[in-house]
């Protein structure tokens, strides 16, 4: 059985920084596109940056490009995202999700896992 299970989120001011963990189980995490999403109150889920599974290629939505970092450790099948200079409107729930497809994945859709979710909020 698969499980991402995210953590680091919480409240946070306006230009802090957060990171947040994303630790999978059940399948073989190095074969596996990792990417981070949100949803903040009332907004449908969005992207916010993919990573391949050697870690090579990483991608970033435009609102957070500059601030936010995704890296990954294979061998403990552990995604991050290193989130800096926050604002509140990256307040949201932040969802690690996973695909067995060899390309970058930037679609709600084309994810195959998902955790349950963290929540940043972020105060101004």
């Known amino acids: 059985q698969v499980q991402l299970v995210e953590s680091g989120g919480g409240l946070v001011q306006a230009g802090g920084s957060l990171r947040l963990s994303c630790a999978a189980s059940?399948?073989?995490?190095?074969?596996?596109?990792m990417g981070w999403f949100r949803q903040a109150p009332g907004k449908g889920r969005e992207f916010v940056a993919a990573i391949s599974r050697s870690g090579i290629i990483t991608y970033y939505a435009d609102s957070v490009k500059g601030r936010f970092t995704i890296s990954r450790d294979n061998a403990k099948n552990t995604v991050y995202l290193q989130m800096n200079s926050l604002k509140a409107d990256d307040t949201a729930v932040y969802y690690c999700?996973?695909?067995?497809?060899?390309?970058?994945?930037?679609?709600?859709?084309?994810?195959?896992?998902w955790g349950k979710g963290t929540l940043v909020t972020v105060s101004s």
């Open positions: 059940g399948l073989t995490f190095s074969t596996y596109g």
């Open positions: 999700a996973a695909d067995r497809s060899a390309a970058i994945i930037t679609t709600v859709e084309g994810m195959d896992f």
